[in-house]
């Protein structure tokens, strides 16, 4: 959890300078911070745990909170989604996944929603392709995903 600590405040104090040559929102920022941890355990452990899960979406919804009801249903019909996946087909999707994708749709608008499944789609399968693997985590495809729409 030290190492962990210690990426998160790099990570977070790395992002603040690019913040002056992107011009990219803060919530873009925070997901950096948390989605390379997060991305890293998933890939290693096929786990988000809540104690990185629950504090991204509570930072994402405090910077989101501008335009509270677009983020918070951009947050129902992205974790919705991905609700009703884990539910017809449990083996598809974790539940860190789901919870991962309710807090990933809050900096999302619902025009970004369908890109975004697309694009984490498209990355979890190019991991599964480079690692050869049966199971491979949805994680870092969401993250990447989310972080491209809202930063770029």
């Known amino acids: 959890m030290a190492m962990t600590t210690v990426l998160l405040a790099f990570l977070l104090g790395s992002s603040w300078t690019v913040a002056a040559v992107l ?3 803060p919530s ?5 911070c948390f989605g390379v941890v997060l991305a890293l355990t998933d890939l290693r452990h096929h786990r988000l745990p809540d104690a990185l899960t629950l504090p991204l979406a509570a930072s994402l919804l ?4 501008h335009r509270l009801p677009a983020a918070l249903l951009s947050a129902l019909v992205f974790g919705g989604a991905h609700l009703a996946v884990r539910r017809c087909r449990p083996a598809l999707m974790g539940g860190g996944d789901v919870k991962l994708a309710f807090g990933l749709g809050l900096p999302l608008a619902l025009p970004s929603l369908l890109p ?3 694009l984490s789609g498209a990355v979890t399968l190019a991991v599964a392709a480079l690692r050869r693997a049966r199971a491979v985590p949805h994680g870092p495809g969401l993250l990447a995903a989310t972080w491209a729409l809202t930063t770029l």
Do not use: R
Not at 28 to 32: E, I, M, R, T
């Open 23 to 25: 011009d990219a929102p």
């Open 28 to 32: 873009s920022f925070v997901l950096a």
């Open 62 to 65: 405090l910077l989101e909170s």
């Open 116 to 118: 975004a499944a697309v």
